[in-house]
Antibody, heavy 122, light 105 residues
Framework: QVTLKESGPVLVKPTETLTLTCTVS??????????VSWIRQPPGKALEWLAH???????SYSTSLKSRLTISKDTSKSQVVLTMTNMDPVDTATYYC??????????????WGQGTLVTVSS | DIQMTQSPSSLSASVGDRVTITCRAS??????LNWYQQKPGKAPKLLIY???SLQSGVPSRFSGSGSGTDFTLTISSLQPEDFATYYC???????FGPGTKVDIK
């Protein structure tokens, strides 16, 4: 059974750095053609992709947020970590991690965590 | 970056209706297009990948079509549990559409 679970702070202050952890089970972060992505959703708004990390440790970031994001993984712990620097109230959102399947340019998200709401406020 | 649009942004329909949602990409994305369903307070759920492949466990009333820049999600006979918001996602450079909310007429 594949599961993903996000963890991290529910409240961060402006200018602080957010660190979120996604703990996965039911698959390995070294499985070929699988990876983990972070996706966020501000309240009442659409989904926004943030970053991927692939099984070979290759990483990809949203163009608009690239300078603020870092994604990494610890395969032995089955964890993927996302850091986002210089948080702002507009970054208030539910942050999801999702398992990504990929093959020849096609990426899709077949399992999702429940999401964690992060509020940015002083 | 590739921009995704969806139409309509919302629609009202009745149980049993045939519903069609359109997604358009700002440039060709071949068949690198996926569809998700999201209910309030829940994570999205994958419905269709590679434009027309039905994800395991998804009812056959859902279907997808299209390639290049224009794609369609069709629900052949709307069921009560289908009232939700639907998002398309392109994987050429990874982005989501703005969503289409389907509610009860």
């Amino acid at each position: 059974q594949v599961t993903l679970k996000e963890s991290g702070p529910v409240l961060v202050k402006p200018t602080e750095t957010l660190t979120l952890t996604c703990t996965v089970s039911g698959f390995s972060l070294s499985n070929a053609r699988m990876g983990v992505s972070w996706i966020r959703q501000p309240p009442g708004k659409a989904l926004e992709w943030l970053a991927h990390i692939f099984s070979n440790d290759e990483k990809s970031y949203s163009t608009s947020l690239k300078s603020r994001l870092t994604i990494s993984k610890d395969t032995s712990k089955s964890q993927v970590v996302l850091t986002m620097t210089n948080m702002d109230p507009v970054d208030t959102a539910t942050y999801y991690c999702a398992r990504m399947r990929y093959s020849y340019g096609l990426y899709y998200f077949d399992y999702w965590g429940q999401g964690t709401l992060v509020t940015v406020s002083s | 970056d590739i921009q995704m649009t969806q139409s309509p942004s919302s629609l009202s329909a009745s149980v049993g209706d045939r519903v069609t949602i359109t997604c358009r990409a700002s440039q060709s994305i071949s068949s690198y297009l996926n569809w998700y369903q999201q209910k309030p307070g829940k994570a999205p759920k994958l419905l269709i990948y590679a434009a027309s492949s039905l994800q395991s466990g998804v009812p056959s009333r859902f279907s997808g079509s299209g390639s290049g820049t224009d794609f369609t999600l069709t629900i052949s006979s709307l069921q009560p549990e289908d009232f939700a918001t639907y998002y398309c996602q392109q994987s050429y450079s990874t982005s989501f559409g703005p969503g289409t909310k389907v509610d009860i007429k």
